[in-house]
């Protein structure tokens, strides 16, 4: 048993791209343990497997399974360490909306294909650049990514968190099904829910077949997200990458600003054009040095709310802007749609066609017609 335990270890670790070195600083124990486990030498205790199953994803039956099962991809959603009761009941909300989008899918035909999976060599670079070629982009701002991730295969819901939660999002595969689907939590700003979205994508396209993916809000921090498994600092680099492409971000400050170290005022003018939050631009324009580390430590001190809306008369972050959503909305907006669920629009869509055609075969089962608006 233990040489069998030790080998899915070493396989699951080399599926990672992890040596035993860089597995064993990770996991916070010496890399001769490691290689001690891996060698059927030592039997690891009961908690030590299940931090290490919970750094790889994994149900801790899988070292103990012969033969894979599929485990539920709901059950290991809701074991995770980040999910707390409060949180596991809006999940629960999460997993019916799953549900219904699938039988809506059912009663009108229209099954979304997946997009592509990309190889686990390529870097977070070339994957944003190969994947905006793909969509026929350009280098122009996406003015709506939670579309485009519906348009892609991948299903979205937003919906609000509790305040202390440690979800930012989260990305689930229904292999069975072949269906994808995100839930990014409606309770962040707007632009951070672009860049969440995004992030989200960036597992969908690579890390689809790794099993479910819980976002903790530290893996947005450049402090923080070292400390989580290196999935998260893929996506963090293809999300800034997709969402704010360096040729375009270089063409606006050369050719209109013609400035290599740049205000807090044109941050602002440029978080704006690119729909994302003031804290993801600013780490884009300092690794590409238009912003010093000096000046990023002072404007992530200032409020970006409030000179935002001197400048330009509103706040495209918290009243609708950016990523899909008009600026200028009425304020206090953004309070009334963190207290609900956001279905998208594709989901509603369907609602509606799936609600035509039960007026004409009234023979739906239950199950499908609780999922129906009135048709009109």
């Known amino acids: 048993m233990e040489k069998f335990i030790g080998t899915k270890l070493r396989k699951a670790r080399e599926a990672l791209g992890h040596s035993q070195a860089s597995f064993s600083r990770v996991l916070g ?37 012969e033969k894979p099962v599929p485990p539920d991809t709901f059950t290991l959603l809701f074991r995770a360490e980040a ?23 059912t009663v009108t035909g229209r099954h979304l294909e997946l997009g592509p999976l990309y190889a686990p060599s390529i870097t977070p670079d070339r994957m944003a650049v190969e994947e905006r070629r793909r969509l026929g982009l350009g280098e122009e701002p996406i003015r709506d990514i939670f579309a ?9 819901l937003r919906l609000p968190m509790p305040e202390d939660s440690k979800v930012s999002g989260v990305f689930i595969y229904l292999e069975h099904k072949e269906a994808a689907f ?27 077949n790794e099993g479910p993916v819980i976002d903790n809000p530290d893996v947005f921090i450049d402090e923080y997200v070292e400390l989580y498994h290196p999935r998260e600092q893929f996506a963090q680099m293809f999300a800034a990458r997709f969402l704010m492409p360096p040729s375009k971000v270089r063409e606006i400050i050369e050719k209109d600003f013609r400035s290599q170290r740049l ?15 003031t804290p993801a631009m600013l780490r884009t324009l300092r690794n590409m040095g238009y912003v010093s580390r000096a000046q990023f430590g002072e404007y992530v001190k ?27 909305k009425v304020e206090g907006l953004l309070t009334k749609i963190k207290k609900r669920a956001i279905p998208s629009d594709r989901f509603k869509l369907l609602q509606v066609e799936a609600a035509r055609k039960i007026t004409r075969d009234k023979k739906l089962p239950k199950a499908i017609q609780k999922t129906l608006p009135t048709a009109e």
Request: include cysteine.
């Open 29 to 65: 124990i010496s890399s001769e343990y490691i290689s001690l486990l891996e060698s059927g030498k030592r039997t690891p205790s009961f908690p030590m497997l299940q931090k290490i199953a919970s750094f790889l994803n994994r149900d801790i039956a899988y070292f103990f399974q």
């Open 83 to 105: 999910v707390d009761d409060r949180a596991r009941d809006e999940l629960q909300k999460f997993r019916r909306y799953c549900d219904d989008y699938l039988r809506l899918e």
């Open 148 to 156: 485009l991730l519906e348009a892609n295969g991948c299903r979205v």
């Open 182 to 208: 995100t839930l990014v939590n409606s309770g962040q700003s707007l632009g951070r829910q672009a860049f969440s979205a995004a992030h989200e994508y960036c597992h969908y396209l690579k890390d689809r």
């Open 263 to 277: 205000t807090f005022d044109q941050v602002l003018y440029l978080k704006r054009y690119f729909g994302v939050s």
């Open 302 to 328: 200032l409020d970006p709310d409030k000179r935002e809306k001197e400048i330009f008369g509103n706040v495209a972050d918290s009243n609708g802007g950016g990523a899909g959503l008009v600026a200028g």
